[in-house]
């Protein structure tokens, strides 16, 4: 008994503390999962903190491209640092890579630096690179990874950003002034440098590359040239050709066919109105795009010198809307063919194009109006913003010089105290150069994840 | 017999006693574990609808509309008013809030630990708490009418 009691006695003994070991065991057991899951759980919400960082860096950098690929890998970095991720702190290392997909000049459509991280300069000829990415590495340590003595974890993340029109549907109408104005200085070909619609068509064709360079986006573009009358409705050779007239396409090769057969002629006057109709009739149309935030824009050409001319008038004339209440087979008494007067009835018209405009611009088009001036008479003061009473001006009997730019600043879209949305080009050649700062514009407004 | 018997009664009650004293240990840092892991679970959340909400404010919703756009992300965990959306100038012209400029997004949230306040304050402590304050900066896409300077 005594030796089965010592038996007892010590195996008691030696059982003591061993529900003591088991649970200081557990309890181990339960810190190192815990620990690790908890490391981990930084780790992921670190990675979702970079991708942050990078999504919102490419998108800060793809605001200046494509005409600045250095200041948009700035913006890059400065975004990236912004949200906590500086290129060189605290591990954190970041790569920008700048990629052309829209083909808007040598290199032909491709990639053209994706091979050459941190290289912007490789694209800087390319001044067209629509896209960047931007990659995000940190190494770092976690709570109880460093206790541990563990190696610092890599963490790490990218984004790419790009002018490209996936997200948002886009609508844009081109309207292209192709009067006798649009021939001064042309050959009779109307192909030589400098010539306004040559010049003009290179402009639109390039502003439809930006629009329509990435397939399979959601953007349309839609052209219409125009004059003082359409024809049909009116059987006048002067007036434009309806047949010219491009519904809202991706067909990149359509448009460019309307826009190539665009063909400097005068006779009919010219009528800034009614291109807005036509504009309208776009959105209204079969193939516009209904979804409620379809991002619509009308990029207008002109001079903004509204005439009508008798061969406007008649059978098939301009509709109501735009069009003069009186005849321009009656007398005006404040004639003048040049820009220096404004006439009664180019006064009655500039007050229907404000209008046309005010109702694109309103609900629900909703749509951006880009102006850009050419030939405007007289002299631009810049600091003239389309203010209330400068806009209720117009039709009031201030000659041309000063009536003719009050139009086209005040149905520009521009925002209070600005002209952005107003642009003026001296001489033809920088038509095309405006016409890529209007599409870098618009594509702004949509730039894609 | 009698003697081990007892013997073995006492080890039960030693195994008891020392289950008892370390059952609350394990299952406070089970809830400590726990409560971390919800912890980085709130912070994930944040960070998402904090995403969605300074994409909004890129794209020109309004503050409100940045605001409901947070909320509705985070499921409700707190309400509008633990968001705010500010705006500062980038471009140098005086305007915060123009094309181009800067916005920010952020949220003030305190995670309240499960590891409840009456364990804690049987001890003169508070509930344990983690504040969270995550931002997100974005550049606008679109000129805000109403532009709060940061």
Known sequence: MLMSGGQGLRGAASEDGQMFIIMVLVMTAFFLVGAIAIDLGMVLAERR????????????????LPADPA????????????????????????????????????PPPGICDNATPNQPSACVPEVGCDSMRVIINKTGTFPFSSFFGVFPVLVGSGAAASLSFDVIPMDTVILLD????????????????????????????????????NSGGSSQVGYAPYRGCYNPPRSHSDCARASSIIDLTQNVSRLGAGINSANAAG???????????????????????????????????????????????????????????TSPQNSDSNTGSDCSSAQTRERQLDTRTRDVANVLKGAPYNADVYVVGFGVCGSNNANQFPTTSYCNGIGNTNNDNTADRRLLKCIASSTPGTNDH???????????????????KIAERSLSE | MQDWTSHSAAE???????????????????????????????KTTLDDALREGARA???????????????????????????SVCYYDVDGNGSPGDFGDGAMVSIEYTYKFLVGE????????????????????VRLEQNISVAPEC
């Not at chain 1, 920088?430 to 870098?440: M, S, Y």
């Open chain 1, 49 to 64: 903190g970079i991708q942050r960082a990078a999504d919102f860096a490419s998108l800060a950098g793809s605001i200046e």
């Open chain 1, 71 to 106: 200041t948009a890998r700035n913006r890059a970095l400065e975004w990236a640092a912004k949200n906590g991720y500086e290129d060189g702190v605290d591990g954190v290392e970041i790569e920008i890579r700048m990629l052309c997909s829209n083909g808007l000049s040598d």
């Open chain 1, 178 to 213: 192709d009067t006798g104005s649009m021939d001064a200085g042309c050959n009779s070909s109307q192909s030589n440098s400098g010539c306004p619609i040559r010049e003009s068509k290179i402009a639109a064709l390039s502003l439809v590359d930006v629009l329509l360079g």
């Open chain 1, 267 to 325: 006779g009919s006057g010219t009528n800034v109105c009614l291109p807005f109709l036509q504009a309208l009739a776009m959105f209204n149309g079969p193939n516009a795009q209904g979804d409620e935030g379809t991002v619509r824009s009308v990029v207008i050409l002109t001079d903004g010198d509204n005439t009508y001319s008798n061969v406007s008038f008649g059978q098939g004339q301009p509709p109501t809307a735009c069009r003069p209440t």
């Open chain 1, 422 to 440: 107003y642009f003026e080009v001296p001489n033809a050649t920088q038509l095309p150069a405006v016409l890529q700062v209007v599409a870098w």
């Open chain 2, 12 to 42: 039960g009650g030693q195994s008891l006693l020392e289950f008892a004293v370390l059952m609350p240990i394990t299952l406070l840092m089970l809830l400590v574990v726990l409560d971390l892991a919800m912890a980085v679970d709130r």
């Open chain 2, 57 to 83: 404010a890129a794209l020109g919703a309004s503050e409100t509309t940045v605001a409901a756009v947070v909320t509705n992300g985070a499921s409700g965990l707190f309400d509008a008013g633990a968001v």
């Open chain 2, 118 to 137: 009456e364990l804690t304050e049987a001890f003169g402590l508070g509930t344990p708490e983690m504040s969270m304050t995550p931002e997100a900066h």
